[in-house]
């Protein structure tokens, strides 16, 4: 009936670096959520924390693409069943 929307289509313009980025993003909070309950706010933080710490101009591609795969690779990691907490 109503044409659905997702937040990255509705009216801002968006460089593929930064949707992916957003997408990066969401795919974290989705594998926090598979961690037990009591350690979900730990991996809350440190997802923040990583995001704060690694604030770059967005006119440096370079550096972006290469924080990108490097956060894959960590979430890669950090996605597998023997990670159950994390320290910030």
């Known amino acids: 009936m109503f044409p659905t929307y ?3 289509s509705v009216g801002i ?3 593929r670096l930064q ?3 957003i997408r ?3 795919e974290c909070c989705k594998a926090i959520k598979r ?3 009591e350690t979900q706010i730990r991996f809350q933080q440190f997802l923040r924390s990583q995001f704060r ?3 770059i101009l967005s006119k440096d591609h370079a550096a ?3 924080l990108l795969r490097r956060g894959k690779r960590q979430l ?3 996605q597998s069943d023997s990670i159950k907490d994390i320290n910030v």
């Open 13 to 15: 313009r968006r460089s």
């Open 76 to 78: 890669e990691a950090y």
């Open 53 to 55: 710490q690694h604030k």
């Open 35 to 37: 961690k037990p309950p």
């Open 24 to 26: 990066f993003y969401r």
């Open 6 to 8: 997702t937040a990255l």
């Open 64 to 66: 972006i693409e290469y």
């Open 19 to 21: 949707i992916e980025m």
